[in-house]
């Protein structure tokens, strides 16, 4: 069967549909190794075309100079084009990312259309803010008479802006980093992961559906060199990226040249502090699914468990059961809880982790190698290790597999040492009955985020979201996440 958009052979740029330069590359479905469709992969050539299309349609377009009604217009027949063609969308997510049926269904796509509406509803409050009339003396001129002055503050669109994305959630953060720069007045140059083009690939047909004016969204494919290009590029002026922080580091460099805003969404190694008086199975199952869902492969996941000496057996022990029920298979079978890794490489990569911990003293406690019964698809078991060392590397870095590690602590005051002592700050979270000691411990952790008790699960969105540290640059969603795409300017005058 074939799966939607992966006969899409041409790059997105300034309004039609262009022959990739570079070539083609295989798209495989992670759960089956079978090819899905050859994707096209541009260069130089494109990404010079696409910049130059971006930057055309900002300094000459309409879009920028559009009222925010018109661009809200737009935005809500982009939305419609998306909706229109859900199943089709949910079939790639499938079979590109290896997403299972939940996840799909949710984060992966529901949470596109809920950041759309979200980012409606904040583009509908930017307004001017005027500043307060002045009424002073002139101190150039005392014998003058007051100055009596006003003066009004705008936000303008910050200009070309660059959106990087990673394979995890290929759709949801295509939208993402698009939608917010659009409807703010910016135009775009979009290049997602080349392990997930097609997510964002088809975006250029809702494009030419909805009536944005060609230029102001441009999709590129290809790996490093093309996101290199598009972050030094001076005619670029803003980079959202999210992905790895050692990307993150790279692209601050590869844009400090031409002094572009960068804003950087990066990885996490987030801890779960689970005090004596947790409730267990709420607590050991929150772990369960964390460190299983999407195989790992997120980035606000909590997979360091700092557990208390006193319950630590049981909490292991609870975990590994629950783990032993979930049912690991292709995604495209609804009942499935744990998927693929996108590629071998990552699964390597997880393997590689399982050999550091066992070498650095940790006690595997389940898991810890390919499942024999799934020859084919890059499967990897769920695997815990407890006894882990805080300072070694299963526990200081992100692995992006299916593996969560156990620390054991005696003292609330080692429990916070503990999660801090960690070069990322994205996620974190704190199980305890007390529910003042946990809101105490959340103010001292050094994260973007912190649920206590499995938080509320419905600010998804509309809470900034982003990391602390190595864990990124700025914030995602919240009130204030339109502000990221605009420059202010003050305009000043004399009243009188
Ligand atoms: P990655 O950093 O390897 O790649 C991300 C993107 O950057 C890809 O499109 C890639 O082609 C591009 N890229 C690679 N080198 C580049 C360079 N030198 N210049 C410009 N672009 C370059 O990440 P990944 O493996 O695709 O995704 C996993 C990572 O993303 C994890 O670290 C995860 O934590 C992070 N992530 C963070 C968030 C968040 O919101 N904080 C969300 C999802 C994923």
Request: charged share 20%.
């Amino acid at each position: 069967m074939s799966i939607p958009f992966t006969n899409i052979k041409q790059l997105f740029i300034d309004g039609t549909w262009v022959s990739p330069s570079v070539g083609f590359e295989a798209i495989v479905n992670p759960a089956t190794e079978e090819i899905i469709g050859e994707a096209p992969v541009g260069g130089k050539v494109e990404v010079d075309a696409a910049i130059a299309a971006a930057r055309h349609a900002f300094d000459t377009g309409p879009w920028p100079r559009m009222s925010m009604d018109a661009r809200i217009a737009v935005i809500r027949k982009f939305k419609a084009a998306i909706v229109s063609r859900s199943e089709e969308i949910k079939a790639l997510l499938t079979a590109e990312v290896g997403a299972v049926y939940m996840l799909m269904q949710s984060a992966q796509f529901q949470g596109a259309l809920d950041a759309i509406d979200y980012a409606i509803e904040l583009a509908q409050r930017i307004a001017p803010e005027p500043s307060p009339i002045e009424l002073k003396p002139n101190p150039f001129d005392p014998a003058g008479g007051d100055i009596f002055a006003g003066g009004v503050i705008i936000r303008e669109p910050y200009g070309v802006v660059a959106g990087i994305t990673p394979y995890n959630y290929p759709f949801f953060l295509n939208v993402v980093k698009s939608v917010p720069a659009l409807l703010t007045g910016n135009t775009v140059v979009l290049k997602p992961s080349q392990f997930t083009p097609f997510s964002a690939l088809l975006l250029g047909q809702i494009i030419e559906e909805s009536g944005l004016p060609k230029g102001t969204f441009n999709i590129i494919n290809g790996g490093p060199e093309v996101g290199t290009l598009l972050t030094s590029d001076p005619r670029v002026d803003l980079v959202t990226f999210t992905g790895s922080d050692k990307v993150g580091a790279a692209i601050l460099t590869q844009s400090a040249p031409t002094l572009k805003r960068v804003y950087l969404e990066l990885g996490g190694k987030s801890a779960l502090i689970v005090r004596p008086d947790a409730d267990l199975m709420k607590a050991a199952g929150t772990a369960a699914f964390s460190f299983t869902l999407h195989a790992g492969q997120g980035c606000a996941l909590l997979t360091r468990y700092i557990v208390h000496n006193s319950i630590r057996a049981q909490f292991v022990e609870i975990v590994k059961q629950i783990v032993s029920t979930l049912k690991m298979g292709n995604p495209a079978d609804p009942s499935v809880i744990v998927g693929p890794l996108i590629r071998e490489a990552a699964r390597q990569k997880t393997e590689s982790y399982v050999e550091k911990a066992l070498a650095g003293g940790a006690r595997l406690v389940v898991g810890g190698k390919r499942p024999a019964e799934h020859k084919r698809g890059y499967f990897f078991e769920p695997t815990l290790f407890d006894d882990v060392d805080n300072r070694s590397a299963i526990a200081q870095e992100e692995v992006f597999g299916p593996i969560g590690v156990v620390i054991g602590y005696d003292t609330d005051e080692e429990a916070i040492a503990l999660a801090n002592d960690s070069r990322f700050g994205l996620s974190g979270a704190v199980m305890s009955t007390d529910r003042a000691a946990a809101y105490r411990m959340a103010l001292r952790l050094r994260t973007g985020g912190v649920s206590i008790n499995g938080g509320t699960g419905d600010l998804f969105v509309k809470a900034p979201f982003g990391g602390y540290k190595h864990s990124g640059i700025g914030r995602e969603f919240g009130p204030a996440w339109l502000n990221e795409f605009m420059l202010d300017k003050s305009i000043t005058y004399p009243l009188g």
